[in-house]
């Protein structure tokens, strides 16, 4: 039986997530005025709770399958690296689109949690897909993602005005490898992109004294499995080894305001057709998710 490609389909397939309209949705789950501030001072919000128990386990069920090689689906990814660092005492299995391969992962777009908050977020402005990540690390022998910038990945696409999600599918911890964030480093410049699976402090050499001292003050972000933490495309962010005893499973959801355009005049990601150089980034790939309620006015 051949895998159907869930790109075709740009709304929920399945009933994980109630179906709520954009000013039902708004007045359930907006993001507080403090929550807001907090992100656009510091880079990032977290600790905002996306999944119930429920939702969290029917994900947990189709990653299971999802990170075997011999998935039916597996041609679908854009990427798929079983073990990115490829050393065997450091893994990480790290890979995009499985949101065209299960239902779950493909609905988890249209959460209305993550819909409300991403929009706010990004100044009350309608939200489009980019593309999704996996990045799960065994128990005892997990390996890092080096610290980077997000958008030093982006720069085929623009203006800057993209947000990551990053939702933990098991409780994150220091101790099993959760994500860290360096405060207020989205008001850096953009810095060159870093070797992800490897080089952890690679970005070190980079940094002049002053932003030495606020990477010293870097921040772990603990979260229970089913909360997610939301940071800027230029915020400096991380994790390191898992030598604990339990897995670190997380998805990633990268999305941009609409209006967002392709900078380059090859595919922006494999498979996918190209978009022309200045050309808005729209289409099945990159759907849009979500427009505020008309009283949500746009900010700047």
């Known amino acids: 039986m051949s895998q159907r490609d869930l790109s075709q389909y740009a709304a929920p397939i399945s009933d994980l997530f109630p179906p709520l309209s954009a000013e039902e949705a708004w007045e359930r789950y907006a993001l507080s005025n403090e929550q807001v501030d907090f992100f656009h001072e510091h880079g990032y919000l977290s600790k905002v709770k996306l ?14 399958a999802l990170v075997q090689p011999d998935h039916p689906g597996n041609h679908l990814f854009y990427e798929y690296h079983s073990n990115e660092s490829g050393d065997p005492d ?5 890979s995009l689109g499985h949101w065209r391969i299960t239902p779950g992962f493909h609905d988890v777009l249209w959460n209305p949690r993550f819909l409300v908050a991403a929009s706010q977020l990004l100044g009350n402005r309608a939200v489009r897909f980019w593309h999704d990540q996996l990045f799960c690390k065994p128990a005892r022998h997990g390996g890092v993602v080096a ?25 994150a911890t220091p101790e099993n490898g959760c994500l ?20 952890m402090e690679g970005l070190y050499a980079q940094l ?30 991380g994790s390191y080894h898992n030598r604990s005893e339990r897995a670190r499973r997380a998805f990633v959801l990268n999305v941009f305001a609409d209006g967002t355009r392709s900078n380059v005049t090859e595919e922006l990601l494999k498979g996918v057709p190209v978009v022309p150089k ?18 949500a006015q746009a900010q700047s």
């Open 208 to 237: 002049d004294a002053e932003q030495r001292r606020a990477f010293d003050q870097r921040v772990a972000v603990e979260l229970p499995a089913g909360y997610a933490t939301f940071h800027h495309p230029l915020l400096v962010h």
């Open 278 to 295: 200045g050309e808005r980034m729209e289409g099945r790939f990159f759907p849009l998710l979500f427009t505020p309620p008309a009283g």
């Open 90 to 94: 450091a893994v990480l299995f790290h």
């Open 147 to 171: 610290w980077h910038q997000d958008y030093s990945y982006w720069t085929r696409t623009g203006p800057i005005q993209h947000l990551t999600c990053w939702t933990a599918l098991d409780d």
């Open 51 to 64: 999944l119930e128990e429920e939702e969290v386990g029917r994900l947990r069920e189709e990653l299971e």
């Open 180 to 199: 860290q964030y360096v405060p207020g480093s989205h008001r850096w410049k953009l810095l060159d992109k870093t070797t992800l699976a490897n080089d």
